[in-house]
């Protein structure tokens, strides 16, 4: 079986490269996430990847907890969109969820792992969403998400290989002006690859991280791309400072990145992160630097330093943080975001790079009588290159077989350079041990420089989300979410900005356990069928219910 499970490995890791070490030490928070990571290999967790889908819905954070089934619903759908659960949920192995709404629309979900061997384990997840009717906004406007994750984890006396291939595939219709099409657009994305952890601690120890993977994103018929990543990650921990206390360690350590991406012409860059982290009994540092190495442009240089300090038995949190960085302007990401942007970009070469010259946040945190987690603060960007959404009012598709021209409603893409402030504000309150309440909100300010353009297209003016779970008793849990979206700009088929109306978009769920293993759900979405829009012409899905079951094995 060992063998059987080397050459497994073997084999993915020669079609993956080598994959995805994680970030490291992204937060300054109560949680004290920059104490030395003893055991960094403890990270890889049982749970298949599977890639974000989106359907022209806000990418916001709905608490959908699945209560005794314990299991993390970050891939379910409460409404045509992708969220993220972030807290309080214990993970499980084996799930299974199929449902059906309204619009004939079916919902999967299934998730295994499993131990194959003493060495090896493997997990599967699949997931899809689709809508067999027409929805009136989008003329013909069926769409359909799907996603497919295999990984395996090894266990070797050095360490963990974590080979991982994923696979997405979504389709949409574009809204036409010619009543008479039906034709679709085709997403597909693989990403393949691994990730090495070394066995043991960074204690007094070199601990190393390597990895690597390769995407491949298209559109059917329009623009292909290919990228190449390479992470590595390096570091090494004693008491330099204190005396010999193991729980007030020093760490040097470094990230380093490098980035390939060819959509018509090759970009590529190397990101070199050195620091140093130290911590005490009432704060925590972490000081280093950040250098880009960009072909074809300037090599970048910033800080990257965060602190924090504690006070009053750690109830009460200081933090501030200064950054910046450089990244590739992506394929990928733009069609994630928006997958109604045109199919080519002849001159995607010529994107570049987003910079992120300066990255500032400061806050507090806190914590009232154990039951109440909040948290205040601000934070300044000053970006370079930002990608935003403009209507392609000239695009024009023919098909095979079909003399017909076909007038798209799609988008093309600009890029600003801009500054931008956030105040954020967020609570989390356990009222009672059946009820769990949360709010999440974000005032934002958008200026920007050296361009015609009079607003940053679709960016909102501010982001609200309230969500709660109550738990009736052993047979019945329920779950609801609201989310807003504030004041937005777009540019209209007039090149006339357009202010679009604010989204409100409520949602309710309820499980009633049949046995112990097995629930039955519904979920309502978007209660008062409030039509907003994320995209011009794009309107939301409008009202649905789903209902299904649920199962863990």
Known sequence: MKNKSLIISILLVFVGFVANAQQHNEQVT??????????????????????????????????????????????ETMSAMTYKADYGVEE?????????????SPVF?????????????????????????????????????NALNVMTVNKFKGGQLRSFVDYKFDMYHLRAHDVNNNNGRYIHSINLGAKWLATGSSYRNLYSEFGGDFRSTWITGGTSEKQLNAKAYLAYSDNWITNNNVDDLQTAAADIELNYNNVYQGQLMLAVNPYFTMNGSFYQLHAGLRLDFK???????????????????????????????????????????????????????EFGYEKTKLDFQGGIKTKFANNIDAHVGVRYRN????????????????????????????????????????????????????????AELSINNYSLKNTNHQHAWYKPAFTMTLRGDYELDEMWKF????????????????????????AFDIQFGTDYKIKENLAAFVEIHNLFHDKYQLYYNYPSVGFEIFTGIKYRF
């Open 30 to 75: 109560v949680e004290g996430s920059y104490r030395p990571q003893i055991k960094r290999s403890e990270r890889l967790t049982k749970t298949p990847e599977m890639p974000e889908n989106k359907f022209n819905i806000p990418d916001y954070k709905a608490e959908a907890k699945d209560f005794k089934f314990g299991y993390n619903m970050e891939f």
């Open 92 to 104: 499980k192995s084996n799930f299974l969820k199929a449902g059906l709404g309204t619009r004939i």
């Open 109 to 145: 979900l299934f998730r295994h792992y499993s131990d194959l061997s003493k060495t090896m384990s493997l997990g599967v997840g699949v997931k899809h969403y689709s809508s067999w009717l027409n929805n009136k906004d989008y003329k013909k406007s069926s769409f359909m998400n």
């Open 295 to 349: 072909d074809g442009d300037d090599m970048g240089f910033y800080p990257d330093v965060l602190g924090s300090v504690f006070v009053l038995d750690d109830a009460l949190e200081f933090y501030a943080k200064l950054g910046g960085r450089s990244k590739i302007n992506t394929f990928a990401e733009i069609v994630a975001e928006n997958p109604f942007v045109t199919t080519n970009f002849p001159n995607f070469s």
């Open 383 to 438: 970006i370079k290159n930002g990608v935003f959404y403009v209507p392609a009012p000239d695009f024009y598709v023919t098909y095979d077989g079909d003399e017909t021209v076909y007038h798209m409603q799609a988008f093309d893409v600009v890029f600003m350079d801009y500054n931008v402030v956030n105040i954020l504000a967020d609570v989390r309150w356990k009222a009672m041990d059946k009820l769990n309440l949360a």
């Open 479 to 502: 779950n609801a979410a609201m989310t807003m979206y504030g004041k937005r700009w777009a540019l209209n088929l007039n090149n006339e900005a357009e202010e679009m109306k604010p």
